[in-house]
């Protein structure tokens, strides 16, 4: 169980890369639903989304010697660009597995930052054999990002400034794909304010 304490000390470990983005208030939200709706801006962050945070706690908190043989994950998207740039911030070489179909300038922008990008098959049965594969051939650390608890350690130290930039807030609606945001924003929302009301979207039809 991933707790308010640990999610502090991953904000604390935090380089300055990673910022706190401001929560700006959506003036035709605010008015369409007649509250005050403030948006958390983690597009902002330095790859562009909220990634970054999970991808440098858990790179930061492998063993020295895990550092210098490197990690892999797998993510054709946010995760790779934050995985790839964090890990040339701490000197730890990362690679990357994407599916073939994976669009160029995700590629690109992945090994832009930094990483090696391990192209497989179109099909997520070969997305985890490559990275076992990376993991046992080359030593380096596979890291599943749909259950490293490290993720939500990292996405845990939103929900912290939230409460800081929105004390008096009511509900905080939260995203959910593999949930490893809303599972560490709710942690620290939820130990911190209890009464505050933590509610998980997602679009029609989503596969998540």
Known sequence: VITREEIEQARVELPSAVVITPALHADAISNETNATVLLKTENLQ?????KSRAAFTILNRLSDEQKQR???ISSSGNF????AYMGALLEVPTA????????LFKVERTRSFGAEVVLCE???KARWDTLDRLEQERG???????????VIRGHGTIGIEILEQAPNVDIVIVPVSSSGLIAGIATAVKSL???VKVIGVQPVGSQA
Not at 96 to 103: F, G, I, P
């Open 46 to 50: 330095v790859t562009g989304s909220y």
């Open 80 to 83: 790779a660009a934050a995985f």
């Open 96 to 103: 990357v597995v994407m599916m073939r179909k994976t669009s």
């Open 140 to 150: 380096l650390a596979a890291i599943n990002t749909w259950e490293d608890a490290d």
């Open 70 to 72: 490197g990690a892999a």
């Open 193 to 195: 304010r209890p009464s």
């Open 122 to 124: 179109n099909h997520n």
